[in-house]
């Protein structure tokens, strides 16, 4: 240390960039922004939007509904094939690194982002915290899967929201000394804009009665690429349409495919936009049922008591099935008429709420960090 500065010198503030790419990352990256703004002495925060997402509906939208600040830094990589996206990130994730030395890098979920600006980090030796870590399905075609398991295996920090993900970290190898249960961000986010979203005249204007209506989401790779795969799903769910209206925003990837393939087929859902954060919340809130592919909202619809199938073959979120309100239908049109037969049939699920999804995952996140980087920091030398 040199003499002038003496061993009581004040530290300087932890730099930490965040990074959030995808429609799913920004209600994560909410709560801790927020809560790393609440610390503004002990951290100066960068945000970086990868521009993975860049559609008004996909992004901006959240940005404004969740009070999310302007990004420092917009990298504007967009759409691509998974190679290309990630590379792209890469590089320029890896250029803005060396300019801003960042004491932390901060990742949210299992996007191609995510990976991305990890392997970035880690290969500048700048360690990583990976939120919503040690979630896995076990299926290896998901692209997330590989995102997530990748992800882990070099992050510092591996903050989970369950406790399978701690199981599947120890079977990996992982060090159990940076595992940290801190509950979920996602939920955060949802707790906190609940009765915004409750206020809303969404069901009104759309002319939905409480428990009346159904939501559908679809946009995983597996459902949604195929045309076939496609045009079975919506055999069966317009089928669900025909007795009480299924509204379905419709995913960019997803619109892509009917607009293709599916022209002039029958569709009997209430097709709309991407809705932004508080609209959908607000639709979920009073679903019959809601089905969908995306992980998310199996999360989601856990904390809200809603029954949700979902229609895939498996989920790296197995509490919401264990504990909550979440039901793994699978892709059978069959099976998926079945799951619905018996919805409409039974009295709501009685879900809990899983352990620590109580709205302070951001503050025990950020209590971590801040305890384990503030010794590494050096003094201050402003
Ligand atoms: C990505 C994530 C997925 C997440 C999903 C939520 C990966 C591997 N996948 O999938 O985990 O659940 O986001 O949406 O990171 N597009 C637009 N506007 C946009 C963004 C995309 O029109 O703002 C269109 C483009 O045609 C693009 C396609 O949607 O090619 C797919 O986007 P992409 O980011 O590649 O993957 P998602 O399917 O959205």
Same mark, same amino acid.
């Given at each position: 240390?040199?003499?002038?500065?003496?061993?009581?010198?004040?530290?300087?503030?932890?730099?930490?960039?965040?990074?959030? &790419?995808?429609?799913?990352?920004?209600?994560?990256?909410?709560?801790?922004? %927020?809560?790393?703004?609440?610390?503004?002495?002990?951290?100066?925060?960068? @945000?970086?939007?990868?521009? *993975?997402?860049?559609?008004?509906?996909?992004?901006?939208?959240?940005?404004?509904?969740?009070?999310?600040?302007?990004?420092?830094?917009?990298?504007?990589?967009?759409?691509?094939?998974?190679?290309?996206?990630?590379? *792209?990130? @890469?590089?320029?994730?890896?250029?803005?690194?060396?300019?801003? %030395?960042?004491?932390?890098?901060?990742?949210?979920? !299992?996007?191609?982002?995510? $990976?991305?600006?990890?392997?970035?980090?880690?290969?500048?030796?700048?360690?990583?915290?990976?939120?919503?870590?040690?979630?896995?399905?076990? !299926?290896?075609?998901?692209?997330?899967?590989?995102?997530?398991?990748?992800?882990?295996?070099?992050?510092?920090?591996?903050?989970?929201?369950?406790?399978?993900?701690?199981?599947?970290?120890?079977?990996?190898?992982?060090?159990?000394? %940076?595992?940290?249960?801190?509950?979920?961000?996602?939920?955060?986010?949802?707790?906190?804009?609940?009765?915004?979203?409750?206020?809303?005249?969404?069901?009104?204007?759309?002319?939905?009665?409480?428990?009346?209506?159904?939501?559908?989401? @679809?946009?995983? =790779?597996?459902?949604?690429?195929? =045309? !076939?795969?496609?045009?079975?799903?919506? &055999?069966?769910?317009?089928?669900?349409?025909?007795?009480? =209206?299924?509204?379905?925003?419709?995913?960019?990837?997803?619109?892509?495919? $009917?607009?293709?393939?599916? *022209?002039?087929?029958?569709?009997?859902?209430?097709?709309?936009?991407?809705?932004?954060?508080?609209?959908?919340?607000?639709?979920?809130?009073?679903?019959?049922?809601?089905?969908?592919?995306?992980?998310? $909202? *199996?999360?989601?619809?856990?904390?809200?008591?809603?029954?949700?199938?979902?229609?895939?073959?498996?989920?790296?979120?197995?509490?919401?099935?264990?504990?909550?309100?979440?039901?793994?239908?699978?892709? !059978?049109?069959?099976?998926?008429?079945?799951?619905?037969? %018996?919805?409409?049939?039974?009295?709501? =699920?009685?879900?809990?709420?899983?352990?620590?999804?109580?709205?302070?995952?951001?503050?025990?996140?950020?209590?971590? @960090?801040?305890?384990?980087?503030?010794?590494? $920091?050096?003094?201050?030398?402003?």
């Amino acid at each position: 240390m040199p003499a002038s500065q003496s061993k009581t010198a004040p530290h300087r503030p932890i730099r930490l960039l965040a990074v959030a &790419g995808a429609r799913p990352n920004f209600m994560k990256i909410a709560p801790l922004m %927020k809560e790393l703004a609440l610390r503004r002495d002990r951290f100066e925060p960068i @945000l970086v939007h990868t521009g *993975q997402h860049y559609d008004q509906a996909m992004s901006e939208s959240f940005f404004r509904d969740l009070g999310i600040p302007e990004p420092d830094v917009n990298l504007g990589v967009g759409s691509g094939s998974h190679g290309e996206q990630t590379a *792209q990130v @890469l590089v320029a994730i890896e250029k803005l690194l060396v300019e801003r %030395k960042p004491d932390v890098v901060l990742v949210v979920g !299992d996007v191609n982002s995510t $990976i991305a600006a990890t392997l970035a980090a880690v290969k500048l030796h700048v360690p990583v915290a990976h939120v919503e870590s040690g979630l896995r399905s076990g !299926d290896r075609a998901m692209p997330e899967e590989i995102n997530r398991v990748l992800t882990d295996a070099v992050s510092e920090w591996l903050f989970t929201t369950e406790p399978s993900a701690e199981t599947n970290l120890l079977r990996e190898g992982v060090p159990k000394e %940076k595992i940290h249960f801190v509950g979920n961000v996602m939920i955060d986010t949802l707790l906190a804009h609940r009765e915004h979203a409750r206020r809303l005249d969404s069901l009104e204007r759309l002319g939905l009665s409480p428990r009346g209506y159904a939501v559908l989401t @679809l946009h995983r =790779p597996s459902n949604v690429d195929s =045309p !076939d795969q496609l045009r079975r799903l919506f &055999g069966v769910l317009s089928r669900l349409g025909d007795r009480l =209206p299924v509204v379905f925003p419709v995913h960019p990837r997803t619109r892509g495919v $009917i607009e293709k393939n599916l *022209q002039g087929e029958r569709i009997n859902l209430r097709m709309t936009e991407p809705l932004g954060y508080l609209e959908f919340l607000r639709l979920l809130m009073d679903a019959q049922m809601v089905l969908t592919d995306s992980g998310g $909202i *199996q999360e989601e619809t856990t904390a809200l008591g809603v029954p949700c199938l979902t229609l895939r073959e498996s989920t790296e979120r197995p509490v919401t099935v264990s504990e909550g309100t979440n039901t793994i239908v699978g892709t !059978d049109p069959r099976a998926i008429e079945k799951a619905i037969e %018996k919805q409409l049939a039974s009295p709501w =699920p009685a879900g809990r709420t899983p352990a620590l999804w109580d709205g302070r995952a951001a503050v025990r996140i950020v209590d971590i @960090l801040e305890r384990d980087l503030s010794g590494r $920091i050096g003094p201050s030398v402003g």
